[in-house]
């Protein structure tokens, strides 16, 4: 199962390419707090990706759920370098051994003291070309759709996703 962030929702449906969740296995799924902030909110100030998620989510590729209030939790809203919305997405993947997909690093840091699972939205694009889900083409395009629109890749990962991509025409 994977728990989404913001991030690599509005990024993927920015680029139209919120399709490519239909290609992961397990459940995709939406913490509360995350919609909130990414639908409703998006939807007040005219953003078209957030109609793209809204419709994902009436289509079932996304699941909305509720977030509990553990120790967990209770422990992660010390940390003043992570959101609302981490904090959902982490207490809800670690709730049910889901993987947290967020690109941001305090979240990914949290996530590695906690010992829950992350991965980006590289890795997914990635994954779907790796198991030609998505052609190598497409997974490059979109990458560099994302960064057009205003996604944050460090020159050094950027290389190195390329790199990847390729190794997959090999």
């Not at 992570?82 to 709730?95: K, Q, R």
């Amino acid at each position: 199962m994977w728990v989404f962030d913001a991030t690599p929702l509005i990024y993927l449906a920015k680029v139209e390419q919120l399709y490519v969740l239909s290609h992961l296995s397990g459940r995709c799924r939406v913490p509360e707090p995350v919609y909130e902030e990414v639908v409703p909110a998006g939807l007040e100030a005219g953003y078209s990706d957030a109609h793209r998620i809204e419709q994902g989510i009436e289509d079932g590729a996304l699941e909305v759920v509720p977030v509990k209030e553990t120790p967990l939790t209770d422990r992660l809203r010390e940390n003043p370098t992570l959101s609302d919305a981490d904090i959902a997405v982490l207490g809800c993947a670690a709730a049910i051994d889901a993987t947290a997909v967020m690109d941001e690093a305090a979240g990914r840091r949290a996530a590695a003291v906690e010992d829950i699972q992350t991965r980006g939205t590289a890795y997914l694009v990635l994954q779907c070309a790796k198991r030609g889900r998505i052609s190598v083409t497409t997974a490059r395009e979109t990458i560099d759709a994302m960064i057009d629109a205003g996604w944050y890749c460090a020159p050094n990962l950027y290389a190195k996703l390329v790199r990847k991509l390729e190794s997959f025409e090999e």
